[in-house]
């Protein structure tokens, strides 16, 4: 699927400790109904992360999201997978999102089209990878120092870390004051740099993608996107 969707959505929700075994279920059920929902070109449930690690124990088990292509601009309605996820959860929130630019595939996949267009304010960068396993550790070594440029980074809103499981399925979500900060921090903070240097030359990824989209509009609680405090 390469066409541009009008329209993707995230989803974010925060569970408390004592349904962290319902989310779990949840995640199991709800992979190939959320695919299935009317509208629905592509859809992931994900686990989250602090982004501060990405291996094994930087999971954030209360916090769950999905990532979702519809075919419509007026698509965004779970159904009853969000209506699950809302009994549940202590808060949520939902990005609405169009897509500027994107490279890769997901599961095989081009979910987020081939776009190149520019967008004036917040962006929203998406990066997603399968880690080949003999290339875990090396990795996992190289990203604490590129964890900590991007916490301090100027024009940086929130963060936080992405998988389809605990281990081998990297990935974050950034949302950004503008497209001149995401570059700036993508390609000039040193350590970044370094990381996209070494990524081609030891081939720690079996698939990646990376996609950037304008933010068009936020609503719940932002504060489970790992928002800044301060920031509005």
């Not at 921090?185 to 970044?192: G, L, S």
Request: proline content about 6%; glycine content about 12%; overall charge positive.
């Amino acid at each position: 699927m390469s066409s541009v969707p009008p329209l993707v959505t995230l989803h974010v929700w925060r569970v408390p400790r004592r349904a962290i075994g319902r989310a779990f279920v949840r995640m199991a059920q709800d992979r190939r109904v959320l695919r299935r929902l009317p509208g629905v070109r592509f859809g992931k449930l994900l686990g989250t992360g602090t982004g501060t690690s990405f291996g094994p124990g930087d999971a954030d088990l209360t916090r769950y999201a999905a990532v979702v292509a519809w075919d419509g601009a007026d698509g965004g309605d779970l159904g009853r997978v969000g209506v699950a996820w809302e009994s549940i959860a202590t808060s949520a929130a939902r990005v609405d999102l169009r897509p500027l630019t994107s490279r890769g595939t997901w599961s095989g996949q081009v979910p987020f089209g081939a776009p190149q267009q520019r967008c004036d304010g917040p962006v929203l960068a998406l990066t997603r990878a399968r880690l080949r396993p003999v290339k875990a550790l090396t990795f996992w070594r190289a990203v604490p120092p590129v964890a900590r440029e991007l916490a301090a980074a100027p024009g940086l809103l929130a963060r936080f870390g992405v998988g389809e499981a605990p281990v081998g399925w990297q990935g974050t979500v950034s949302v950004w004051r503008g497209a001149t900060d995401l570059t700036r921090f993508a390609y000039r903070q040193p350590e970044h740099r370094a990381v996209i240097a070494r990524t081609t030359a030891v081939r720690w990824y079996a698939e990646d993608l990376f996609a950037r989209f304008a933010v068009l509009g936020i609503s719940g609680d932002r504060a489970v996107l790992g928002w800044r405090e301060g920031e509005r």
